[in-house]
């Protein structure tokens, strides 16, 4: 079956496939008698082989294909792999991506400030402060060119994360999709991980990260976290 990539990290790609293959091929010769074709190794067919490689060497590769928690309780720090989901953004996510619009009403709520500041001073206290304020700025300018994506399955109460290079994303990452990736962090049910602080995410510093993992989310913050059994990925693909 032919693979739609809606997200691809051509570089981790490469060193996967040189790490199974022992030197990654950039091109392949066919010669014969009457013609000579040469044949470009494209990403798409390196990731093929790659997977066949990983396929043959499930030992070598740490290849896993979880479907049920059972599984999934077998998994590793380390092990690469395969796993059909629904992939969706969070909400926070999306908000604060320069396409989520909060920044621009941030900049239109300062522009009308020195107006609202005619108003008394209890009606100030009910908006958020230049501290609030410039810590959002923040947390957005670090997004830069990163993306968040969630992983969920009906057959698992697994979740899995992975933070993306927006240089690799190719199409709408949202919907039902196999994500392919090798895993970085584990954590129990019962614990509680910011999304914008997920182990090895570089979004927020970690000091900070620390501090947010230690603190269960209240009610009106539960959608700003990942709730385990969970894993963040090193997101190789998403395809369809």
Known sequence: MLKRFMYLDTGALSDYVSALEDGVRQSLER??????TTFTDTPQAQFERMLSLAKSEPELAGWLTPESDQEFNSVKIGNLIEVGCEIYVPEAVKALAPQGGLL????????FLPAISM???EQLDDLPSREQRDAVRLVANSLGGK????????QSEWRLAGQLDASYIKADL???????????SIWDSGQWKPLLALPGSTLIPR???RK???????????????EGPAAMLDVLAIYR
């Open 31 to 36: 010669e014969s008698e009457a013609e000579r």
């Open 104 to 111: 621009d009403a941030m900049d239109q709520f300062e522009a």
């Open 119 to 121: 108003f008394s001073s």
């Open 147 to 154: 993306q968040i994506v969630v992983g969920e399955m009906d």
């Open 174 to 184: 949202e919907g039902q999709a196999r994500l392919v990736g090798k895993v970085s």
């Open 207 to 209: 000091e900070q990260r």
């Open 212 to 226: 947010m993992e230690r603190t269960k989310p209240t009610d009106d913050q539960v959608g700003n976290y990942l």
